[in-house]
Antibody, heavy 123, light 108 residues
Framework: QLQLQESGPGLVKPSETLSLTCTVSGDSLSSCDCYWDWVRQPPGKGLEWIGSISSSGSSYYSPSLMSRVTISVDTSRNQFSLKLSSVTAADTAVYYC???????????????WGQGALVSVSS | EIVLTQSPGTLSLSPGERATLSCRASQSVSSNYLAWYRQKPGQAPRLLIYGASSRATGIPDRFSGSGSGTDFALTISRLEPEDFAVYYCHQYSSLPLTFGPGTKVEIK
């Protein structure tokens, strides 16, 4: 059974960089035809896609966050990571990592998610 | 960017009733690349439907998806207690991936 687990500081100061890591267990993150994504959810609000990285290392970002986001992968540790720079209070959210599978019909879907990590931006 | 609009914002129903949720896209979602997720409080979303109408593994047949182009729907034929939650539609037809604002199904 695949499992994803987010880790990182729960409190970040304004203007600093938010850093989260997602550890994948139960399978190699390079073994599937899939993407590894970050999605966030501000308290009481909806879901926002941040970006993704493919199992081959290609990354894709939301245009609204592109200037501040970097997603990377470490296959040796079976982890992928999110860095969001110059954070403000508006970046306070639960951050989810997820696996987006691509099936034989080219349908994409998030079939595995981490439990989510609340990151607050405050001085 | 494809903007998804969901209606209603809140649906108040009783267990056993039928729920119909709507998702409208600002432009055509090609190949019906649309999915539905259910999110319970304090939990990550769970995949229900992908490809507009295919049920995910382990999802009971009371859930069904329909639609094409710009208009999609999720129907829950008989609401169970665990179905009172927030539902999101999601398109992966084009980047950036987007989610709808959600429909909350609450107990009447």
């Amino acid at each position: 059974q695949l499992q994803l687990q987010e880790s990182g500081p729960g409190l970040v100061k304004p203007s600093e960089t938010l850093s989260l890591t997602c550890t994948v267990s139960g399978d190699s993150l390079s073994s599937c035809d899939c993407y590894w994504d970050w999605v966030r959810q501000p308290p009481g609000k909806g879901l926002e896609w941040i970006g993704s990285i493919s199992s081959s290392g290609s990354s894709y970002y939301s245009p609204s966050l592109m200037s501040r986001v970097t997603i990377s992968v470490d296959t040796s540790r079976n982890q992928f990571s999110l860095k969001l720079s110059s954070v403000t209070a508006a970046d306070t959210a639960v951050y989810y990592c997820g696996r987006r599978t691509v099936d034989r019909n080219h349908y994409h879907y998030f079939d595995y998610w981490g439990q989510g990590a609340l990151v607050s931006v405050s001085s | 960017e494809i903007v998804l609009t969901q209606s209603p914002g809140t649906l108040s129903l009783s267990p056993g009733e039928r729920a119909t949720l709507s998702c409208r896209a600002s432009q055509s979602v090609s190949s019906n690349y649309l999915a539905w997720y259910r999110q319970k409080p304090g939990q990550a979303p769970r995949l229900l439907i992908y490809g507009a109408s295919s049920r995910a593994t382990g999802i009971p047949d009371r859930f069904s998806g329909s639609g094409s182009g710009t208009d999609f729907a999720l129907t829950i034929s008989r609401l169970e207690p665990e179905d009172f939650a927030v539902y999101y539609c999601h398109q992966y037809s084009s980047l950036p991936l987007t989610f709808g604002p959600g429909t909350k199904v609450e107990i009447k």
